[in-house]
């Protein structure tokens, strides 16, 4: 905290010199020139102070974290606006304000960390994963990269991460089709009933005394070649 203190101060003041050379030419006053010089470095200052103070609550300061390279970024801009042409130049105005960026938002990293190892060690589990502002602005550089490089496919991999992540308009969500009846609770589930087909044959009633001796007199006589009432006697008869 101390070492990033006087690097801070440090970078301050080299970042302040430039800067206020390039804003003392367009705005004429020397006082306004010095007080806008100082606002990139002052918010940088002013974004990393809550970002440390909720690292030390566990938590992961991304919106703090991010402003504050905001910030650091647009100092860097203008020191390399402010600086001569060449690389050298351009090195020598950048440096400071590069160095401070990486070293505040890595203490800021090892803080939160460290907070949530004596968490872990005290029983109370917080996530530790996070998407630091590092992490992705070097996933944007490397997407930029892969762009140069294989445009069709970047573009079509970019739309669909895009649709996938967001299927509908922001604000709506999708339409989901109707579900269908649910059986009622404690009732058995109903079994389907058999289509038409063909059924299965009777089961054999037990033969009775008249169908006994209907058939005796079957086997004795050709019965559909005899009138009714001699039919019927001969039943009655047992098929004499």
């Not at 705005?27 to 007080?35: G, V």
């Not at 006994?212 to 008869?237: E, F, N, T, W, Y």
Request: glycine share 10%; proline share 10%; net charge positive.
């Amino acid at each position: 905290m101390a070492a990033l203190a006087v690097l801070a101060a440090a970078a301050a003041v080299v970042s302040w010199d430039a800067q206020y050379v390039m804003v003392r030419t367009v705005k004429h006053d020397p006082a306004i020139a010095a007080l806008e010089a100082g606002v990139p470095d002052v918010g940088a200052l002013v974004f990393a102070a809550p970002g440390i103070a909720l690292a030390l609550q566990g938590r992961r300061a991304l919106r703090a974290r991010i402003l504050n390279l905001g910030c650091v970024g647009t100092s860097l801009a203008m020191n390399a606006l402010a600086s001569a042409p060449g690389w050298r130049d351009l090195a020598i105005w950048v440096m400071p304000s590069a160095v401070y960026a990486l070293a505040s938002d890595t203490l800021i990293g090892v803080i939160r960390a460290w907070v949530i190892g004596r968490l872990r060690h005290a029983g109370q589990v917080l996530a530790d994963d996070e998407a630091t502002p590092m992490a992705v602005l070097g996933g944007l550089l490397l997407w930029l990269l892969r762009l140069a490089l294989a445009p069709p496919s970047t573009i079509s991999g970019f739309r669909r991460w895009v649709l996938d992540e967001c299927p509908v308009a922001p604000g709506r969500t999708a339409t989901s089709p109707a579900p269908g009846p649910r059986p009622l609770l404690g009732l058995p589930p109903t079994r389907p009933r058999p289509g038409p087909g063909p059924r299965p044959p009777a089961a054999r009633q037990p033969e009775g005394k008249q169908a006994r001796m209907i058939a005796l007199a079957g086997q004795r006589h050709d019965l559909a070649r005899l009138p009714l009432r001699h039919v019927s006697s001969i039943a009655k008869c047992g098929g004499a």
